[in-house]
């Protein structure tokens, strides 16, 4: 039946072929207008199930905070004043746009400044007071002294307290006082490095703004204002530079679409001339390519219209498609050229492609789809869009190759641009004999398979997960590394922070005692820097109130001293003169920070690490001291990018076997559904699966690094050699019985070779790439593709002489 509808395809192709090409520019014209729209993420949670804790924590802080990015102008001369004058002028600049929410230079602290007694603790007060308390005495006898010119004592019988002018005060919290109340108030926190010579205007978005063309948009607008703004003559050796979260996703972004393209025209100019050595043929680049191109932007519309976009891995699937798509053209032209030079006619070879090279290539794209779509069934959300974007890809891609491929030959046929009378130089002449049917060299493939075997057992288990993700991304470049550095001169604390939200103050307070118990008695593993919440600038009123007392009776004291002095006692009396404190009175940035958006209720605090969250071994024990904590029999979440990838990375671990047996067995499965042989189908199997094992076994023993991202490439490693194992068994089979292996070797084989070849330059264009993931993909392709067509061309022959000499056999020839 199949064949039958097959033979009818192939005659509609050739009545019809320009009709079918304008078919397919409408449909590819419908598909390209959806995918150029197509949106590209850079998150980290676009990678994990959108029900993970991780993520669904994450977004809740995002929504509070109205998101914690910020683009930050970093400017560095010899001289401090030059510093903050160029970022006060950026700021003037940069509030013109619309996306600006606010940008400030330094923190109004003036509220907190006259507070800060209220700041302290309360047995701090305390000790304060007793101290004020025994010097007031004989600060009083030292002002009289000072004035009768003899020493003095004095007994203040009220309050029952003596003073004698010859004690000398001492108390070094006194002093601290009296050294921070004096001269001129500090009411303002400038964002500059301990030696002034760095300042910092921090810019924040409208929330809102948080797409890649916000983003970009945003950066290169302030990028704009700080070039204007050099155009003019600075002096001091002025330095600026743009840094921020922000700035860094677009650095990534930038790098991830750079390498992109450069992989993609670096595989394209690679596999046109490979196409063209193999084949002498010019006409062979627009057969094979334009319906790979087309197949691969039907692939991108498709996606845009159902997950919407693509993720930090799916974005690569160009890439990879192209070189899983590639196969069937090259199969096809072969084939069909080979009829040609044979004889046959236009129509003849063009029902021969379709029903021969097509059902062969119908089950490899059968089985490579239903491989990636098994994917779908895993947990880890990179692997489920992957699988369903590369499992739709092969069927689009298979749908153009046997629909544009035929027509588009029928075509160029009728054109006159197709040469069928030289019959080339190839790769690998099909003369050429390979001895398969030497027994000795059978015996050595197959003593070198089982030594592949037993050391791709020894290794593969001990292959190791990169943990440092800062490995996978790329590198940034130097002036966002510099400016990067001189912002950590000014904060310190870094952004590697976890946020906790939540709804009460009594909440806040509890969580507060809670990390505050963990810091002081976590000694053996400390992970937690400190934690900052409302409470360092609001306490409770009870709280409040205590302090208050205290400082109003302080405050008596500084009336009853300001007789003697009144300029010298007047500068404390912002600090005694003052009311309880509440979230009104704070200063914007604050309650931005610990508040949030005012449509969100809740508060935020922030957990600081203090160990590297590179490492994910070690983020992990932050991750357990901090990501869940149980307060009161109510359990609280932290948000952090950092604990998801701890997740993720223990999320992949799970499910990198889970996704490699689903691929195989799904592969498997479908094999034995199309050749129903049990043995037949273990001629196919045997090779590409050995390849994958001992691919699996030199990143065990040698590297590289297991990863979120290289992962990919195992199932993509699966799909394109069982596809050659399929092509070379069907074309055996229907050679019959006495079937010539080194001749389909040397045909259908030689384009095994070819697809696999340029399937290794479309990926080995990666190992250049900027991006430590990208470079690890292609590393792992080239090991991969490598192993496996060394297992195609040394086991597959010989696994075929052997079926070929059991299925000869009377007694055997049924069960075959």
């Not at 950026?90 to 507070?115: G, N």
């Not at 400016?483 to 590697?496: E, I, L, S």
């Not at 042989?677 to 990143?699: K, Q």
Request: some cysteine; overall charge neutral; aromatic content about 8%.
């Amino acid at each position: 039946m199949l064949n039958n509808l097959a033979k009818s395809w192939a005659s509609l192709v050739c009545r019809h072929a320009i009709l079918i090409l304008i078919a397919a520019v409408a449909v590819t014209v419908f598909a390209f207008e959806h995918a150029r729209h197509i949106e590209v993420s850079t998150r980290l949670e676009a990678l994990m199930p959108q029900g993970a804790d991780s993520v669904k924590t994450l977004n809740e802080a995002l929504r509070k905070t109205g998101s914690f990015a910020s683009i930050q102008i970093v400017a560095h001369s010899d001289s401090p004043e030059t510093t903050l004058q160029f970022v006060k002028t950026a700021k003037t600049q940069i509030d013109t746009y619309d996306w600006v929410d606010s940008s400030q230079y330094f923190e109004d602290i003036d509220v907190l400044e006259s507070h800060k007694l209220l700041l302290l603790g309360l047995d701090e007060l305390l000790k304060l007071e007793k101290d004020v308390d025994e010097a007031y005495p004989n600060l009083i006898a030292q002002k009289i002294s000072e004035e009768v010119g003899a020493n003095v004592t004095l007994t203040l019988r009220d309050e029952h307290l003596e003073g004698d002018s010859r004690i000398k005060v001492k108390s070094e919290l006194l002093d601290k006082f009296s050294g921070q109340v004096s001269g001129t108030p500090q009411v303002q926190r400038m964002f500059v490095s301990e030696d002034e010579l760095t300042a910092i205007l921090v810019v924040w978005p409208k929330s809102g703004l948080e797409s890649l063309s916000d983003a970009k948009r945003m950066v290169d607008d302030t990028n704009l204002v700080v070039a204007q703004m050099l155009e003019t003559s600075w002096a001091d050796n002025l330095e600026v530079g743009v840094a921020g979260r922000i700035a860094n996703k677009v650095a990534q972004f930038d790098a991830i679409v750079g390498d992109v393209k450069f992989g993609l025209l670096g595989s394209i100019s690679l596999i046109t001339l490979l196409i063209i050595f193999s084949f002498r043929s010019l006409v062979a680049i627009p057969s094979i390519l334009i319906p790979l191109i087309i197949g691969i932007v039907w692939t991108m519309g498709i996606t845009a219209a159902t997950i919407g976009g693509l993720n930090l891995i799916t974005i690569f699937l160009a890439l990879i498609l192209f070189g899983l798509g590639i196969d069937f053209g090259i199969h096809n032209f072969s084939r069909y050229r080979e009829e040609r030079r044979s004889g046959k006619s236009v129509e003849q070879a063009i029902e021969i492609v379709i029903v021969s090279t097509g059902s062969a290539s119908l089950i490899a794209a059968a089985t490579t789809a239903l491989g990636f779509f098994s994917l779908m069934l895993t947990d880890f959300r990179a692997f489920t869009e992957f699988g369903f974007i590369a499992g739709t890809g092969i069927v689009t891609i298979y749908i153009s190759m046997y629909s544009i491929f035929p027509a588009l030959v029928v075509v160029m046929e009728k054109m006159g641009m197709w040469d069928t009378t030289l019959s080339g130089r190839h790769l690998l002449s099909k003369q050429t004999n390979l001895g398969i049917a030497d027994k000795n060299l059978q015996k050595t493939v197959l003593r070198g398979a089982l030594f592949l075997l037993v050391f791709s057992l020894i290794f593969a288990p001990q292959i190791s997960f990169e943990r440092n993700f800062k490995n996978l991304e790329a590198k940034q470049p130097l002036s966002l590394q510099l400016a990067n550095a001189q912002v950590r001169t000014v904060f310190p604390d870094g952004h590697d922070r976890a946020i906790i939200v939540v709804e009460t103050y009594d909440e806040l307070e509890a969580l507060d005692a809670y990390f505050k118990n963990l810091i002081a008695t976590d000694t053996e593993t400390p992970t937690i820097k400190k934690i900052s919440s409302l409470l360092d600038f609001i306490p409770n009123q009870d709280d409040q109130k205590k302090r208050l007392e205290v400082i109003k009776r302080l405050d008596k004291r500084a009336a009853a001293l300001k007789g003697f002095g009144p300029e010298e006692f007047s500068s404390v009396g912002r600090y005694l003169s003052i009311e309880d404190l509440n979230v009104s009175d704070l200063p914007g940035v604050i309650k931005r920070t610990y508040i949030g958006v005012d449509d969100q209720p809740g508060y935020l605090m922030y957990i600081y690490n203090s160990v590297s969250m590179d490492d994910s071994a070690v983020a992990r024990l932050f991750y357990n001291d901090a990501a869940l904590v149980t307060v009161n029999g109510k359990q609280y979440a932290s948000a952090s990018e950092s604990f998801i990838f701890v997740e993720m990375l223990a999320l992949m671990k799970a499910d990198a076997l889970k996704a490699i047996l689903l691929v195989i067995a799904a592969t498997t499965i479908l094999v034995f559904v199309f050749i129903r042989s049990f043995w037949g189908s273990m001629v196919v199997l045997i090779p590409p699966l050995l390849g994958v094992l001992v691919t699996l076994g030199i990143m065990g023993a040698f590297g590289p690094r297991l990863s979120i991202m290289n992962m990919v490439i195992l199932p993509s490693l699966i799909g394109i050699s069982v596809d050659n194992s399929i092509h070379i068994f069907h074309r055996f089979i229907k050679a019959g019985k006495k079937a010539d292996i080194a001749f389909i070797m040397n045909s259908t084989g030689r384009a095994a070779l070819i697809t696999t070849l340029t399937t290794l330059f479309g990926f080995g264009g990666m190992v250049t790439a900027s991006m430590g993931g990208l470079r690890s993909m292609g590393i792992l392709a080239i090991i991969g593709f490598i192993a496996c067509l060394v297992m195609t061309w040394t086991l597959l022959p010989v696994l075929l002489e052997i079926y070929q000499k059991w299925a000869s056999k009377p007694t055997k020839r049924k069960s075959a």
